[in-house]
């Protein structure tokens, strides 16, 4: 009898009514937890319709068990999430099932075994199906031994993928290069997600201890010289020597087996430049006799940044330990390379400042010295990413070159240019370079941790990648200016839903939901949105064998995200993000805690101490209330001398260090925090210098912090981007704008063609725009010192504020204001009363009015702004020079400038080519009515460091502190 009713009880759930067992008296039940789902809201995720799919009752197990499909599981499910859910359907059940045990399914998962282990509060329900069972003991493919700093409770050692979107591909069809999304709102998909992944997500990383590797190319150098030991190359030379000790047995010898050459300047897809050369081989040493060492030095075209790739061939016995230095503007950079890993590719060592021509500071060295018995290699080093040089394999051998820098093409080139087979970048798809690309992507994360322990059933070059990010923005738009936001895709049905380790797959969901979590929560002041979790069958989520997902990251269509996205606070903050969710899904993989570096340091000063001949640096640490380990425990201050680079840098434990200066030399600095999460982003950089005969020192303060996303404009009609009345200022360099806006039509939403809304040109595709370097007060000291009678120092203009000079040791103040458009009050009132008490002012800047009308010692005001562009010229007091108006990859631009009036005793100083007034002069007042000494004064309306030409910086600034004296 029983079981009869037990069956009863069964069939009559599963019936179309769903009602629960007739002995509990209330045969609505399924009807209420239907129309709890029908209505189910979600506070973090924006998911679709969901489907009560069944519900059953088992009386002799005491269960209840809810499946649910539809966009259920497309939520992220934390414990609070899950216990929310569990509570109110346990409250729709009758008194007699309430006591039942309760599951409730979707995706074929219980709701609680979808929370990411790392949100688990007991670490006894992590799911350890989805954890690392073993650790990597070998040496990680690169080490900067030249860092100072280890990040042990970070990614020390970490190996990590990701790219940066699409790319620039030869569309076989039309016979031409395209986009493979559109251009809108002065960018596309392809270059936009690069400004937020190269400039933010991998140095954060980086400065993590992990190494990273990209398909795409990361250099945003349109150079590239490539030296090489089979000595093809006619723009750097390689060379070998050995030390005095050395044996007669330890000689480099060529190698039987392949190595780069480049013998073409265009190369197709069917080429093999990896395997078109040799490579040479020595025993390595464990002491320093029987040194021996390979030596590549390029002759450079440009001065410049460059990236240092390097490339050699992996042996059985390679060595773990290959210790090659960097000769750079800074200094040299000392990095050990295990050679039994990543052979036959280019290996990332660094992005380094180089000069022009052969240098002695231009150069990469390879020594045979290592802890063990064993062989080094050396092929070729690569400086700079260069331009595109591979073209589609064609039967006509004709196919054009892209024109652009390799960092703008699909990584169906570079993963060609980084030596992946053919069955990586091309085999597939054919002619079809679209699918070429999306499969090349995948497939070089697989070939390259192929044969390690997170893909040991494939061939490969044994790199141990352990997690994998696609970034990417999607499509998708409002009317209104609701935020569209951010999207996670995952898959497991692949590789029988086991990662290349033997994970669960659902470790991938893990690596989304955290990723998306945390930006819903770092993000908050944006009021910014995610929207889903999707298990899909996309192959860049698909195929990669390590854990996996696609971010995408914002919808390009969609104007309110994209005017959040070109903001660079907006950038930091939502890199921030990303980067500590793959620092936290990485420790908890492992097993272990983690700590999150500090943020960036701020009110950073410079004091000069002349009796002693040494600069005093201060600063002050910025606490991050929302992550408690992001605390500085040491700093590094980084110094460059006169127009070297920044060398490895110096570990400091207190907010201040002290530095001896040569006399009539500018220095420079900046601070970094760390902790054992890693190391911050840097301060601005600040420098000083002592001149040998002073005769008054100048306080340069650097007042242009500006930060801004491009002018903008957003009404009933119109909405959109105007790049030539205000293209904003980036952190540094920038390369995500493509062209113009051209349709600002809002009736035009949603249309990817030349009449649709956002739609914008392409004259600035593959362009470097120069935004806010924060490295200013190099430049006016740099002029300062041209004088040799006066020292300088620079501060923060946070500093400043607080009072933390006594101003009347100073000859003069330089307030450096740029292209600022706000302006601190107490700023305003402390070099007003400078000026009150005698002190010689200098206030540039392109948008001054405000400063000029809040400090009145400065006899000038503005009456305008010279918003013509074709005026590039200024002169008078016998020099003429020209400053930049338009974008460049040199110096921010000043699309408008100040045009000024002389008030008082003041007088024209200089002229913009159209007549009108560039800068006022006063010679100050002495004892007038009110008892005030003024000091002496000039004001620019435009900023002193856009110049065109430091000489003509140099000039002009001898000129001011001439007529200060």
């Known amino acids: 009898m029983r079981l009869i009713r037990n069956i009863f009880t069964i069939v009559s759930i599963m019936t179309a009514t769903l009602a629960p067992a007739q002995e509990t008296g209330n045969a609505d039940v399924a009807g209420l937890i239907r129309t709890y789902f029908e209505t189910y809201h979600h506070s973090m995720s924006k998911i679709d319709k969901i489907k009560l799919q069944n519900f059953t009752v088992d009386a002799d197990s005491q269960s209840v068990k809810v499946i649910v499909g539809g966009s259920f599981a497309d939520q992220i499910f934390t ?51 989805r954890l690392l069972q ?52 002065c960018t596309n998909e392809d270059v936009f997600s690069q400004s937020f992944v190269v400039p933010y997500i991998i140095p954060m990383l980086q400065n993590a201890g992990a190494i990273v590797f990209t398909p795409r190319e990361r250099d945003w150098q349109r150079n590239e010289v490539i030296v090489d030991n089979d000595g093809q190359s006619s723009t750097g030379m390689y060379m070998e020597s050995y030390s005095k000790h050395n044996k007669p047995k330890q000689h480099w010898t060529t190698a039987k087996a392949y190595g780069f050459a480049q013998y073409k300047q265009i190369y197709e897809t069917c080429d093999t430049p990896f395997v078109d ?42 060595t773990t330990d290959a210790h090659y230095t960097v000769y750079h503007k800074g200094g040299k ?43 080094v290699s050396a092929d070729a080093v690569r400086f700079g990413g260069g331009m595109g040089n591979v073209v589609s394999q064609s039967e006509e051998c004709n196919t054009p070159q892209s024109g652009m820098p390799r960092w703008v093409e699909a990584a169906k080139y570079s993963t060609f240019w980084y030596g ?44 141990p990648l352990e997690a994998t990010i696609a970034f990417h923005t999607d499509a998708g738009y409002y009317t209104n200016d609701s935020v569209f936001g951010s999207l996670a895709i995952y898959r497991t049905a692949f590789n029988n839903g086991l990662t290349g380790a033997g994970l669960d797959r659902y470790v991938s969901r893990d690596l989304a939901s955290i990723l998306l979590t945390n930006l819903l929560t770092d993000l908050k ?132 260090h002290s530095v001896k200066l040569i006399p009539n030399t500018t220095y420079s600095f900046r601070v970094t925090a760390v902790n054992q999460g890693g190391e911050s982003f840097p301060s601005e950089t600040l ?57 600002f039509d809002k009736t035009r939403a949603g249309i990817e063609s030349k009449t649709g809304l956002g739609y914008s040109g392409e004259e600035l595709a593959g362009k470097i725009i120069m935004g806010n370097t924060f490295d200013y007060p190099y430049i006016h000291g740099q002029a300062i010192m041209t004088t040799r009678s006066h020292s300088f120092t620079s501060t923060s203009e946070e500093a400043f504020s607080k009072g933390t000079y006594d101003l009347q040791h100073f000859k003069a103040i330089d307030v450096i204001y740029g292209v600022q458009k706000k302006f601190s009050d107490k700023t305003l009132k402390l070099l007003d009363k400078f000026g009150k008490n005698n002190g010689n002012l200098l206030v540039s800047g392109a948008n001054i009015a405000q400063a000029v009308s809040g400090i009145s010692t400065l006899s000038a005001s503005v009456t305008g702004q010279l918003c013509d562009k074709s005026v590039t010229e200024i002169h008078g007091n016998k020099t003429s020079f020209n400053f930049y108006r338009e974008m460049n990859e040199t ?52 900023p002193l460091e856009t110049i065109t030409s430091q000489a003509n910086i140099n000039r002009l600034m001898r000129g001011i502190i001439k007529f200060f004296e």
């Open 79 to 129: 414990p609070e999430v899950v216990d929310s859910v569990y509570k109110d359907i346990r409250q729709l059940l009758p008194d007699s099932l309430r006591r039942y045990n309760l599951s409730i399914v979707t995706e074929d998962h219980r709701i609680e075994d979808l929370v990411p282990n790392f949100f688990r509060k007991n670490k006894k329900e992590h799911d350890q199906s």
């Open 134 to 185: 073993k650790e990597y003991t070998g040496s990680p493919w690169v080490t900067n031994v030249s860092r100072p700093y280890r990040a042990d409770k970070g990614l020390e050692g970490k190996h990590i993928a990701l790219w940066q979107s699409h790319g620039r591909y030869f569309k076989n069809s039309e016979k031409n290069w395209a986009w493979q999304r559109p251009n809108m709102y």
């Open 277 to 318: 050369g040799t490579s040479r081989y020595i025993s390595t040493v464990t002491s320093s006799e029987g040194n021996a060492f390979a030596q590549w030095v390029p002759e450079l075209p440009e001065n410049g940044r460059y990236a240092v790739y390097v490339t050699y061939h992996s042996y059985a016995n390679s």
């Open 333 to 375: 950079t000392e990095f050990k390379v295990n050679q039994k890993i990543g052979g036959g590719t280019w290996v990332y060592l660094g992005t380094f400042d180089f000069d022009a021509g052969f240098n002695s500071h231009a150069m990469v060295t390879l020594s045979n010295a290592s802890q063990t018995k064993s062989i």
């Open 420 to 463: 992946m087979p053919y069955s990586v970048h091309t085999g597939g798809f054919g002619a079809d370079e679209y699918k070429n690309d999306i499969n090349s992507r995948s497939k070089a994360i697989n070939y390259l941790c192929g044969g390690s322990m997170f893909n040991p059933n494939n061939e490969g070059l044994r790199v």
């Open 525 to 656: 002041k944006y009021k910014w949105e995610i929207r889903q979790l999707w298990n899909r069958n996309y192959g860049e989520a698909r195929e990669p064998l390590t854990p996996t997902c696609i971010l995408e990251m914002l919808s390009h269509q969609n104007f309110t995200d994209v005017k959040l996205a070109y903001d660079p606070h907006f950038k930091f903050d939502f890199c921030r993000s990303v980067y500590k969710s793959i620092v936290k899904f990485i420790a908890t993989e492992h097993k272990k805690s983690y700590v999150i570096q500090p943020l960036p340091v701020h009110a950073f000063s410079i004091s000069l101490n002349e009796t002693k001949g040494t600069a005093e640096l201060h600063w002050a640490e910025t606490k991050d209330p929302s992550e408690p380990t992001a605390t500085a425990q040491q700093y590094i201050v980084y110094t460059r001398i006169g127009n070297e680079g920044f060398d490895n840098g110096t570990l400091v434990k207190e907010c201040k």
């Open 687 to 743: 420098s000083a210098g002592i001149a040998s005969e002073n005769k008054g020192t100048i306080l340069v303060v650097n007042g242009f912090t500006r930060l801004e996303a491009p002018y903008s404009t957003d009404n009933d009609s119109v909405c959109g981007f105007d790049l030539d009345k205000d293209p904003g200022v980036q952190y540094g360099a920038f390369t995500g704008f493509v062209g113009r806006q051209q349709c």
């Open 891 to 942: 110096c921010y631009s000043v699309p408008e400038a100040s045009q000024l009036k002389a008030q008082k005793n003041a007088f024209p100083m200089l002229l913009y080519a159209d007549g009108t007034t560039a800068a006022v002069a006063s010679k100050g007042t002495s004892g007038n009515q009110n008892g005030i000494n003024a000091g002496k004064s000039v004001v620019l309306g435009f």
